[in-house]
Nanobody, 118 residues
Framework: QVQLVESGGGLVQAGGSLRLSCAAS????????MGWYRQAPGKQRELVAA???????NYANSVKGRFTISRGNAKNTVYLQMNSLKPEDTAVYYC????????????WGQGTQVTVSS
C-alpha cells in the first residue's frame, strides 16, 4: 500500500502562483511514476503532469510552459509548481502514484482544491 498526502492548494488570483506538494509513504517498491491529475466540476479527471522513476516528465498541453513537476531528493515527494494560473485551472488536484507499466495499479491522494479567480 502507498499513502499519498497532498498540500498547498488554495485560492489565488489569475496570473498568480501556487505550489502543490505530495508526500508518499508506505511500500514505495516498484513505483514507476508519480504525478498530478485534476478534476473540475462536471468534467473527467485529467492528467496534468507526471514524472517517471527515471526523471522523464510529461505535461498536458494546457499547462506546458506554466507548470513544472519535480521530485524531492528522497524521491518520496513530488511537487507541482503552477505559475500564470488561469481560471480554467480551477479544479481538485489529485496526487497519483503508479505501480507497473503495461499492467498497473494507481494510488490516489485525497485531493486538494485549487481555485483561480478572474
Amino acid at each position: 500500500q502507498v499513502q499519498l498526502v497532498e498540500s498547498g492548494g488554495g485560492l489565488v488570483q489569475a496570473g498568480g502562483s501556487l505550489r502543490l506538494s505530495c508526500a508518499a509513504s508506505g511500500s514505495m517498491f516498484s513505483l514507476n511514476a508519480m504525478g498530478w491529475y485534476r478534476q473540475a466540476p462536471g468534467k473527467q479527471r485529467e492528467l496534468v503532469a507526471a514524472i517517471t522513476s527515471g526523471g522523464s516528465t510529461n505535461y498536458a498541453n494546457s499547462v506546458k510552459g506554466r507548470f513544472t513537476i519535480s521530485r524531492g531528493n528522497a524521491k518520496n515527494t513530488v511537487y507541482l509548481q503552477m505559475n500564470s494560473l488561469k481560471p480554467e485551472d480551477t479544479a481538485v488536484y489529485y496526487c497519483n502514484a503508479r505501480r507497473g507499466t503495461t499492467t498497473y495499479y494507481d494510488y490516489w491522494g485525497q485531493g486538494t482544491q485549487v481555485t483561480v479567480s478572474s
